[in-house]
């Protein structure tokens, strides 16, 4: 006949319970994944984003339809402007680029419209972008668009692929969009106009 002190019970019942708690802790701590988008999610997404910027096919700025983009680099190199003509020679939106000192690849775009020639009254639209630590790839967004505003941040997957996990702000809707490319800042900033 074995004997089995109290106190042993008592201690593999305590380390269980720790065990427990650790585990349970610990499933607390990893940050709940966003749902993936829905088309509902899509078009309110196109909405705030407006023609000025694309996740996909790959991120971009869009340029408004036939317009022809002139590019005039600042001497010293921390920006640059892109005006975008229509076909009738109207200047439609011009871009201020600014670098970071650092990459030299674009940190801020700001956005203005215009009608014939003429500045549009409404607020600029601005697009921030932010670096990785080896400053190779784009791994968050921020546009603001007339008072709305997307942020989107890359998340990583095991398999190698990226998700960018969505905010739209004052909606509070959130959502992931799924195998999204990487942008490395130096890619070309409008590889087409939007579809």
Same mark, same amino acid.
Request: proline share 6%; no cysteine; aromatic share 8%.
């Given at each position: ?15 269980? +319970? ?8 610990? =499933? =607390? ?25 694309q996740f996909q096919p790959k991120p971009a700025i869009i340029t408004p339809k036939d317009s022809t983009p002139i590019h005039q680099r600042e001497k010293n190199g921390n920006y640059f402007a892109v005006e975008l003509y229509n ?15 650092? &990459? ?5 775009? !700001? ?7 003429? *500045?549009? !009254? ?6 921030? &972008?932010?670096? !990785? ?12 668009? *007339? +008072? ?6 890359? *998340? ?7 998700? &960018? ?6 909606? +509070? ?23």
């Amino acid at each position: 006949m074995r004997f089995i002190s109290l106190s042993g019970i008592t201690a593999a019942a305590a380390l269980a +319970g720790l065990a427990l708690v650790g585990s349970l802790a610990s =499933a =607390a701590s990893v940050p709940p994944s966003n749902r993936i988008a829905t088309t509902e999610d899509l078009v309110a997404l196109d909405t705030y984003m407006g023609d000025y910027f694309q996740f996909q096919p790959k991120p971009a700025i869009i340029t408004p339809k036939d317009s022809t983009p002139i590019h005039q680099r600042e001497k010293n190199g921390n920006y640059f402007a892109v005006e975008l003509y229509n076909p009738g020679g109207y200047l439609q939106r011009e871009l201020t680029v600014t670098m970071t000192n650092k &990459l030299g690849k674009p940190h801020r775009i !700001d956005m203005v419209d215009y009608s014939e020639g003429s *500045q549009v !009254d409404k607020p600029n639209n601005i697009l921030v &972008l932010n670096y !990785d630590e080896r400053n190779e790839n784009v791994v968050s967004y921020r546009l603001d668009t *007339q +008072g709305k505003i997307v942020l989107a941040e890359v *998340q990583k997957n095991a398999d190698g692929t990226n998700d &960018l996990n969505v905010t739209l702000h004052p909606a +509070g809707k959130k959502f992931t969009l799924k195998n999204v490319p990487l942008w490395d800042g130096k890619d070309r900033l409008f590889p087409s106009n939007k579809a």
